[in-house]
Protein backbone atom coordinates (compact mmCIF):
# COMPACT_ATOMS: atom_id res chain seq x y z
CA UNK A 1 0.00 0.00 0.00
CA UNK A 2 1.38 3.33 -0.94
CA UNK A 3 1.27 6.07 1.84
CA UNK A 4 -1.47 8.48 0.01
CA UNK A 5 -3.70 5.38 0.08
CA UNK A 6 -2.69 4.28 4.00
CA UNK A 7 -3.12 8.22 4.50
CA UNK A 8 -6.36 8.27 3.31
CA UNK A 9 -7.58 4.64 4.92
CA UNK A 10 -6.52 6.18 8.57
CA UNK A 11 -8.06 9.79 8.02
CA UNK A 12 -11.21 7.64 6.82
CA UNK A 13 -10.41 5.47 10.37
CA UNK A 14 -10.20 8.25 12.81
CA UNK A 15 -12.94 10.19 11.56
CA UNK A 16 -15.19 6.60 12.05
CA UNK A 17 -13.82 6.97 15.22
CA UNK A 18 -14.72 10.48 16.08
CA UNK A 19 -17.95 10.11 14.71
CA UNK A 20 -19.11 7.18 16.27
CA UNK A 21 -17.67 8.58 19.53
CA UNK A 22 -16.82 4.91 19.81
CA UNK A 23 -14.15 5.46 22.81
CA UNK A 24 -16.94 7.06 25.04
CA UNK A 25 -19.87 4.62 24.86
CA UNK A 26 -16.87 2.07 25.80
CA UNK A 27 -15.74 3.95 28.46
CA UNK A 28 -19.33 4.92 29.54
CA UNK A 29 -20.05 0.62 29.59
CA UNK A 30 -16.84 -0.12 31.66
CA UNK A 31 -17.83 2.68 34.44
CA UNK A 32 -21.38 1.26 34.65
CA UNK A 33 -19.74 -2.44 34.96
CA UNK A 34 -17.73 -1.04 37.72
CA UNK A 35 -20.23 0.28 39.68
CA UNK A 36 -22.42 -2.90 39.16
CA UNK A 37 -19.47 -4.72 40.08
CA UNK A 38 -19.39 -2.61 43.34
CA UNK A 39 -22.97 -3.64 44.21
CA UNK A 40 -24.24 -5.90 42.10
CA UNK A 41 -28.01 -6.09 44.31
CA UNK A 42 -28.50 -2.42 42.81
CA UNK A 43 -30.77 -2.73 40.33
CA UNK A 44 -30.47 0.93 38.77
CA UNK A 45 -26.36 0.06 37.92
CA UNK A 46 -27.95 -3.63 36.22
CA UNK A 47 -30.41 -0.86 33.81
CA UNK A 48 -26.95 1.26 33.85
CA UNK A 49 -25.07 -1.48 32.18
CA UNK A 50 -27.87 -2.21 29.62
CA UNK A 51 -28.54 1.26 28.80
CA UNK A 52 -24.84 1.79 28.13
CA UNK A 53 -24.53 -1.49 26.18
CA UNK A 54 -27.80 -0.56 24.09
CA UNK A 55 -26.00 3.17 23.50
CA UNK A 56 -22.72 0.98 22.29
CA UNK A 57 -24.61 -0.58 19.88
CA UNK A 58 -26.55 2.05 18.48
CA UNK A 59 -23.22 4.17 17.77
CA UNK A 60 -21.01 1.22 16.40
CA UNK A 61 -24.10 0.85 13.71
CA UNK A 62 -23.84 3.91 12.65
CA UNK A 63 -19.89 2.89 11.35
CA UNK A 64 -18.98 2.69 8.19
CA UNK A 65 -16.45 0.29 8.67
CA UNK A 66 -18.51 -2.51 7.91
CA UNK A 67 -19.17 -1.06 4.66
CA UNK A 68 -15.45 -0.59 3.20
CA UNK A 69 -14.37 -3.19 0.66
CA UNK A 70 -12.50 -6.12 1.51
CA UNK A 71 -8.91 -4.75 0.38
CA UNK A 72 -9.46 -2.33 3.12
CA UNK A 73 -10.77 -4.73 5.79
CA UNK A 74 -7.67 -6.87 5.10
CA UNK A 75 -5.31 -3.53 5.73
CA UNK A 76 -7.11 -2.87 8.84
CA UNK A 77 -6.36 -6.11 10.31
CA UNK A 78 -3.38 -6.29 9.21
CA UNK A 79 -2.63 -3.26 11.00
CA UNK A 80 -4.76 -4.70 14.42
CA UNK A 81 -6.96 -1.75 14.01
CA UNK A 82 -10.24 -3.86 12.75
CA UNK A 83 -10.74 -5.83 15.75
CA UNK A 84 -11.37 -2.61 17.80
CA UNK A 85 -13.52 -1.30 15.47
CA UNK A 86 -17.10 -2.13 13.95
CA UNK A 87 -18.96 -4.52 14.04
CA UNK A 88 -15.64 -7.06 15.22
CA UNK A 89 -15.69 -5.14 18.62
CA UNK A 90 -19.24 -5.48 19.16
CA UNK A 91 -19.41 -9.30 18.56
CA UNK A 92 -16.28 -9.72 21.18
CA UNK A 93 -18.20 -7.61 23.74
CA UNK A 94 -21.71 -9.59 23.10
CA UNK A 95 -19.64 -12.87 23.25
CA UNK A 96 -18.24 -11.43 27.05
CA UNK A 97 -21.95 -11.19 27.98
CA UNK A 98 -22.91 -14.24 26.64
CA UNK A 99 -20.34 -15.94 28.62
CA UNK A 100 -19.71 -14.64 31.89
CA UNK A 101 -23.30 -14.00 32.50
CA UNK A 102 -22.63 -14.35 36.01
CA UNK A 103 -19.17 -13.04 36.51
CA UNK A 104 -19.52 -9.28 35.15
CA UNK A 105 -16.49 -8.66 37.24
CA UNK A 106 -14.82 -10.96 34.36
CA UNK A 107 -16.55 -8.63 31.67
CA UNK A 108 -15.42 -5.81 33.07
CA UNK A 109 -11.58 -6.49 33.34
CA UNK A 110 -11.96 -7.63 29.61
CA UNK A 111 -13.82 -4.55 28.35
CA UNK A 112 -10.69 -2.05 30.11
CA UNK A 113 -8.79 -3.79 27.79
CA UNK A 114 -10.71 -3.22 24.59
CA UNK A 115 -10.73 0.09 26.32
CA UNK A 116 -7.04 0.45 26.48
CA UNK A 117 -6.90 -0.71 22.48
CA UNK A 118 -9.17 1.87 21.15
CA UNK A 119 -7.65 4.32 22.94
CA UNK A 120 -4.21 3.39 22.08
CA UNK A 121 -5.64 3.20 18.32
CA UNK A 122 -7.38 6.70 18.39
CA UNK A 123 -3.80 8.55 19.83
CA UNK A 124 -1.76 6.43 16.72
CA UNK A 125 -4.14 7.65 14.38
CA UNK A 126 -3.91 11.31 15.10
CA UNK A 127 -0.28 11.07 15.53
CA UNK A 128 -0.04 9.52 12.01
CA UNK A 129 -2.26 12.37 10.27
CA UNK A 130 -0.14 14.53 11.97
CA UNK A 131 3.03 12.89 11.29
CA UNK A 132 1.89 12.50 7.19
CA UNK A 133 0.75 16.29 7.66
CA UNK A 134 3.95 17.30 8.41
CA UNK A 135 6.19 15.32 5.99
CA UNK A 136 3.41 17.06 2.95
CA UNK A 137 2.36 13.08 2.45
CA UNK A 138 -1.02 13.77 0.92
CA UNK A 139 -4.55 11.80 1.03
CA UNK A 140 -5.12 9.58 -1.70
CA UNK A 141 -8.72 11.27 -3.39
CA UNK A 142 -10.49 12.00 -5.92
CA UNK A 143 -10.94 15.14 -7.78
CA UNK A 144 -14.75 16.35 -8.68
CA UNK A 145 -15.34 14.88 -12.39
CA UNK A 146 -12.35 11.48 -12.53
CA UNK A 147 -12.95 8.08 -12.35
CA UNK A 148 -10.83 5.62 -11.74
CA UNK A 149 -9.91 1.76 -12.23
CA UNK A 150 -8.20 -0.09 -9.28
CA UNK A 151 -6.68 -3.71 -9.97
CA UNK A 152 -5.20 -5.72 -7.25
CA UNK A 153 -3.06 -8.60 -8.41
CA UNK A 154 -2.21 -11.76 -6.48
CA UNK A 155 1.52 -12.18 -6.17
CA UNK A 156 0.73 -16.14 -6.78
CA UNK A 157 -0.70 -15.15 -10.09
CA UNK A 158 1.99 -13.89 -11.67
CA UNK A 159 4.83 -16.18 -9.97
CA UNK A 160 6.19 -12.77 -7.95
CA UNK A 161 8.37 -12.24 -11.09
CA UNK A 162 9.02 -9.45 -13.67
CA UNK A 163 8.00 -11.32 -16.69
CA UNK A 164 4.95 -12.51 -15.81
CA UNK A 165 3.47 -9.16 -14.63
CA UNK A 166 4.40 -7.26 -17.66
CA UNK A 167 2.73 -10.16 -19.12
CA UNK A 168 -0.48 -9.82 -17.36
CA UNK A 169 -0.47 -6.21 -17.37
CA UNK A 170 -0.37 -6.06 -20.71
CA UNK A 171 -3.51 -8.21 -20.70
CA UNK A 172 -4.98 -5.77 -18.64
CA UNK A 173 -4.92 -3.12 -20.87
CA UNK A 174 -5.56 -5.53 -23.81
CA UNK A 175 -9.30 -6.24 -21.38
CA UNK A 176 -9.88 -2.23 -21.15
CA UNK A 177 -9.61 -1.70 -24.46
CA UNK A 178 -12.85 -3.17 -25.85
CA UNK A 179 -15.20 -1.38 -22.99
CA UNK A 180 -13.55 2.07 -23.82
CA UNK A 181 -13.80 1.74 -27.61
CA UNK A 182 -17.58 0.66 -26.63
CA UNK A 183 -18.18 3.86 -24.61
CA UNK A 184 -15.83 6.75 -26.53
CA UNK A 185 -16.26 4.86 -30.14
CA UNK A 186 -12.11 4.86 -30.19
CA UNK A 187 -9.29 3.36 -27.78
CA UNK A 188 -6.53 5.23 -26.23
CA UNK A 189 -3.64 4.85 -23.74
CA UNK A 190 -5.00 4.40 -20.23
CA UNK A 191 -2.80 6.73 -18.00
CA UNK A 192 -1.24 5.20 -14.33
CA UNK A 193 -2.38 6.70 -11.83
CA UNK A 194 -1.15 4.91 -8.69
CA UNK A 195 1.25 1.65 -7.64
CA UNK A 196 1.62 -0.19 -4.88
CA UNK A 197 3.20 -3.06 -4.27
CA UNK A 198 1.90 -5.01 -1.02
CA UNK A 199 0.10 -6.66 -3.69
CA UNK A 200 0.40 -5.09 -7.03
CA UNK A 201 -2.21 -2.75 -6.97
CA UNK A 202 -2.15 -0.92 -10.00
CA UNK A 203 -4.53 2.39 -10.11
CA UNK A 204 -5.50 4.23 -13.55
CA UNK A 205 -7.54 6.75 -14.98
CA UNK A 206 -10.85 6.74 -16.96
CA UNK A 207 -13.27 8.09 -18.74
CA UNK A 208 -16.35 8.24 -16.50
CA UNK A 209 -18.75 6.65 -19.48
CA UNK A 210 -16.05 3.84 -19.86
CA UNK A 211 -15.65 3.12 -15.96
CA UNK A 212 -19.37 2.95 -16.10
CA UNK A 213 -19.08 0.58 -18.56
CA UNK A 214 -16.38 -1.93 -16.69
CA UNK A 215 -18.68 -1.04 -13.01
CA UNK A 216 -21.91 -2.58 -14.81
CA UNK A 217 -20.17 -5.31 -16.19
CA UNK A 218 -18.23 -6.17 -13.12
CA UNK A 219 -21.99 -5.75 -10.93
CA UNK A 220 -22.89 -8.65 -13.65
CA UNK A 221 -20.19 -11.10 -12.97
CA UNK A 222 -20.82 -10.12 -9.20
CA UNK A 223 -24.45 -10.97 -9.26
CA UNK A 224 -23.82 -14.56 -11.45
CA UNK A 225 -21.40 -15.28 -9.03
CA UNK A 226 -23.22 -15.94 -5.98
CA UNK A 227 -23.67 -19.51 -7.25
CA UNK A 228 -20.21 -20.12 -8.39
CA UNK A 229 -19.22 -18.88 -4.56
CA UNK A 230 -21.71 -21.93 -3.23
CA UNK A 231 -19.69 -24.07 -6.24
CA UNK A 232 -16.49 -23.38 -4.77
CA UNK A 233 -16.98 -24.29 -1.64
CA UNK A 234 -18.82 -27.56 -2.67
CA UNK A 235 -15.66 -28.21 -4.71
CA UNK A 236 -13.62 -27.88 -2.14
CA UNK A 237 -15.61 -30.10 0.22
CA UNK A 238 -15.90 -33.06 -2.19
CA UNK A 239 -11.62 -32.53 -2.99
CA UNK A 240 -11.41 -32.85 0.92
CA UNK A 241 -13.72 -36.53 0.78
CA UNK A 242 -11.82 -37.53 -2.03
CA UNK A 243 -13.98 -37.28 -4.96
CA UNK A 244 -12.66 -35.55 -8.02
CA UNK A 245 -14.90 -36.56 -10.64
CA UNK A 246 -17.62 -35.28 -8.32
CA UNK A 247 -15.71 -31.86 -8.03
CA UNK A 248 -14.38 -31.53 -12.03
CA UNK A 249 -18.65 -31.83 -12.20
CA UNK A 250 -19.27 -29.14 -10.28
CA UNK A 251 -16.36 -26.93 -11.71
CA UNK A 252 -17.97 -27.67 -15.01
CA UNK A 253 -21.08 -26.48 -14.11
CA UNK A 254 -19.75 -23.62 -12.64
CA UNK A 255 -17.98 -22.75 -15.85
CA UNK A 256 -21.06 -23.24 -18.03
CA UNK A 257 -22.83 -20.62 -15.57
CA UNK A 258 -20.26 -17.87 -16.59
CA UNK A 259 -19.61 -18.76 -19.92
CA UNK A 260 -23.12 -19.73 -21.29
CA UNK A 261 -24.27 -16.13 -20.48
CA UNK A 262 -21.61 -13.72 -21.00
CA UNK A 263 -22.59 -13.38 -25.31
CA UNK A 264 -26.01 -12.68 -23.81
CA UNK A 265 -25.22 -9.68 -21.19
CA UNK A 266 -22.37 -7.89 -24.41
CA UNK A 267 -25.44 -8.13 -26.28
CA UNK A 268 -27.34 -5.79 -23.99
CA UNK A 269 -24.02 -3.96 -23.71
CA UNK A 270 -23.89 -3.58 -27.37
CA UNK A 271 -28.07 -2.32 -28.11
CA UNK A 272 -27.56 0.06 -24.86
CA UNK A 273 -24.62 1.87 -26.44
CA UNK A 274 -23.48 0.55 -29.48
CA UNK A 275 -24.17 4.11 -31.24
CA UNK A 276 -21.09 4.81 -30.46
CA UNK A 277 -19.82 2.54 -33.31
CA UNK A 278 -22.50 2.60 -35.82
CA UNK A 279 -20.76 3.58 -38.97
CA UNK A 280 -17.27 1.57 -38.75
CA UNK A 281 -18.02 -1.94 -39.57
CA UNK A 282 -16.78 -2.92 -36.83
CA UNK A 283 -19.78 -4.95 -34.91
CA UNK A 284 -18.40 -8.16 -34.80
CA UNK A 285 -14.83 -7.44 -34.03
CA UNK A 286 -15.69 -5.63 -30.73
CA UNK A 287 -18.42 -8.27 -29.96
CA UNK A 288 -16.13 -10.85 -29.67
CA UNK A 289 -13.44 -8.75 -27.99
CA UNK A 290 -15.82 -7.64 -25.32
CA UNK A 291 -17.10 -11.12 -24.79
CA UNK A 292 -13.37 -12.15 -24.06
CA UNK A 293 -12.94 -9.11 -21.79
CA UNK A 294 -15.34 -9.95 -19.85
CA UNK A 295 -14.80 -13.56 -19.71
CA UNK A 296 -11.54 -12.37 -18.53
CA UNK A 297 -12.27 -10.10 -15.83
CA UNK A 298 -14.44 -13.32 -14.35
CA UNK A 299 -11.68 -15.40 -14.40
CA UNK A 300 -9.75 -13.25 -12.65
CA UNK A 301 -11.91 -12.33 -10.35
CA UNK A 302 -12.40 -16.35 -9.77
CA UNK A 303 -8.50 -16.14 -9.13
CA UNK A 304 -8.95 -13.60 -6.40
CA UNK A 305 -8.28 -10.08 -8.16
CA UNK A 306 -9.78 -7.17 -6.65
CA UNK A 307 -11.21 -4.93 -9.21
CA UNK A 308 -12.94 -1.80 -8.60
CA UNK A 309 -14.01 1.53 -10.21
CA UNK A 310 -14.37 4.59 -7.91
CA UNK A 311 -15.79 7.94 -9.17
CA UNK A 312 -16.86 11.59 -8.28
CA UNK A 313 -19.43 13.94 -9.58
CA UNK A 314 -18.55 17.01 -10.72
CA UNK A 315 -19.22 19.85 -9.12
CA UNK A 316 -22.28 21.48 -11.41
CA UNK A 317 -23.31 24.79 -10.61
CA UNK A 318 -26.93 25.10 -10.42
CA UNK A 319 -27.44 27.70 -12.70
CA UNK A 320 -25.37 25.68 -15.41
CA UNK A 321 -27.35 22.31 -14.23
CA UNK A 322 -29.98 24.48 -16.14
CA UNK A 323 -28.45 25.76 -19.26
CA UNK A 324 -27.39 23.90 -22.20
CA UNK A 325 -23.66 23.98 -22.36
CA UNK A 326 -24.17 21.31 -19.28
CA UNK A 327 -21.86 18.69 -20.03
CA UNK A 328 -22.88 15.46 -21.30
CA UNK A 329 -21.84 12.94 -19.01
CA UNK A 330 -23.23 15.07 -15.86
CA UNK A 331 -26.66 14.60 -17.94
CA UNK A 332 -26.33 11.24 -18.49
CA UNK A 333 -26.21 9.96 -14.45
CA UNK A 334 -23.39 8.25 -15.08
CA UNK A 335 -21.73 9.14 -11.70
CA UNK A 336 -24.94 7.46 -10.34
CA UNK A 337 -24.14 4.02 -12.27
CA UNK A 338 -20.71 3.74 -11.10
CA UNK A 339 -21.48 4.24 -7.77
CA UNK A 340 -24.64 2.04 -7.75
CA UNK A 341 -22.84 -0.78 -9.84
CA UNK A 342 -19.66 -0.37 -7.35
CA UNK A 343 -21.73 -0.78 -3.72
CA UNK A 344 -22.44 -4.37 -5.65
CA UNK A 345 -18.87 -5.57 -5.66
CA UNK A 346 -17.30 -3.97 -3.05
CA UNK A 347 -17.80 -7.07 -0.84
CA UNK A 348 -17.15 -10.02 -2.80
CA UNK A 349 -15.79 -12.33 -0.28
CA UNK A 350 -13.91 -15.67 -1.88
CA UNK A 351 -13.37 -18.93 -0.31
CA UNK A 352 -12.18 -22.47 -1.69
CA UNK A 353 -10.03 -22.88 -4.94
CA UNK A 354 -10.69 -21.40 -8.80
CA UNK A 355 -12.62 -23.37 -10.40
CA UNK A 356 -12.90 -20.82 -13.81
CA UNK A 357 -9.34 -21.98 -15.06
CA UNK A 358 -10.62 -22.30 -18.96
CA UNK A 359 -11.73 -18.75 -19.37
CA UNK A 360 -9.66 -16.56 -21.98
CA UNK A 361 -6.97 -14.06 -20.63
CA UNK A 362 -8.52 -11.37 -22.83
CA UNK A 363 -6.56 -11.93 -25.90
CA UNK A 364 -8.85 -12.51 -28.75
CA UNK A 365 -6.91 -15.21 -30.14
CA UNK A 366 -6.83 -17.32 -27.08
CA UNK A 367 -10.48 -15.99 -26.45
CA UNK A 368 -11.41 -18.02 -30.03
CA UNK A 369 -9.30 -20.87 -29.28
CA UNK A 370 -10.71 -21.66 -26.10
CA UNK A 371 -14.14 -21.33 -27.73
CA UNK A 372 -13.33 -23.96 -30.02
CA UNK A 373 -12.12 -26.27 -27.57
CA UNK A 374 -15.36 -26.54 -25.26
Not at 104 to 122: A, G
Not at 173 to 195: H, W
Not at 209 to 222: C, F, K, N, P
Request: contains cysteine; hydrophobic residues 40%.
Amino acid sequence: MNAERLHALAELTLDDLRSTNLLAYLENLHVALKHLVGNPAEGSYQQSVAQALADLRTSIEASRIDGLPPGDRETLANLNILPCIGSDVMNEIDELFAENQMTPSIVKDHLESIVDRVRQIQTSLEEMASAFAYFGIESEHLDPGDCELSIEIPRDEVQNSLAPLGVELRRLDQILGPFQELATGSRSAVPVKAISTSNFLFTVELDPDTGALIAEALAWITSRYDEVVELREMVERLRGMNLPGEAAAIESKGRARVLDEIPRFVEGLLQDRGVNLRGQGRDNEITTALIGSVRALAKRIDHSYRVRVRALPPEIDPEAAESETTNEVEKSGVFEKIAEFGSQTDYLELHGSPILFELGDGEIEDDESQSASE
